[in-house]
C-alpha cells in the first residue's frame, strides 16, 4: 500500500457488510503531495464508527492514508484503504463562497452522465441544467434478516451499537445539459443525518408525528433552501455490479450569490 493524501467530498450512510460488518464507501479527490486534485477516487472498506476518535474526517477533510487500487472492482476510481492508518491534516473551509473547495472540485467536473460513462468513469461531479422537484420514497423499516443476523453477530469485547435502518430515501428529479431527465435517489450520509437529528430532537410524542415533522424539515432543506439559495452540483457514483445505475452520493452546494465574509455549513452536517 501506498500513503496518499484524498480531499473526502462525501461519505455514504453505512451499510451493513457480510466481511466487515458495518462499512462507509467514501468519495473524495486523490491529491498530489502539493495538495493539487489528481483525481476522483472511492475508498472502501471504512469501518467508520470503530475508528478512533481523531481518525473520523468530516467532509471536506484531507487525510492521510495508506492505499492500493482494489484489483476485484474493474471500476478504476475504486481503491481498497487501510483505515487504521487514516490521519486527518486539516478542513477546507467555505470562505469566499466555499473558493478553496471550488478549485478541488471544480477542475475534475463532466458534463454529463453520458461523458462519465464516455470515459470509463463510475465517479463524477456534474452540474444539472435544472431541477424539476425533489422526492421522498418510503424503503423497508428493518434490515434483511441477513443484514440483521451480520448486527447480531456480537463482540464479546467491544459491543456495538444497531445501525439504525432509515425508512425513507430522498431524491431529486433533474435534466442534465445535454437534455436527458434522471430521477436519483441520494445517498449522502448528511441527508440521513439531518432527517434523523430533526426526528430526534422533535417534540411530537409519537413516532409518526416525530417523522413527519423531520420529513417536513428535510423537504424545506432540499427543495427550499437549496433550490433556492444554493448553487448545486451533485456527486454522482455508479454501483458495482449495475454499472449503467447512478446514484447521488453527495452534494455540493456552494451560495448563490456572494454573502458576508464565509458561509457557514449546517450544523447538521458536522458529521
Known sequence: MERRKILITTKTYPSISTKYKETVCTAGILLDEDEKPVQWIRIYPVRFRELEFDQRYKRWSIISAEIERNEKDFREESYRINDTSISVIREIGTKNNWEERKSFVLPLQFSSIAEIQAQRKSLGIIKPKSIENYFLKKTDREWSSKQQAVQDQGDLFEPSVDLEKIPYQFGYKFTEIDGVKHSYTISDWEISQLYRGCRNRSKYS????????????????????????KDLYFIVGNLKNHCKVFMIIGIFYPPKTAQKNEVQTLSLFDL
Open 206 to 229: 409519537t413516532l409518526e408525528g416525530k417523522e413527519n415533522e423531520a420529513i417536513s424539515k428535510v423537504k424545506q432543506k432540499l427543495e427550499d433552501e437549496f433550490l433556492s439559495k
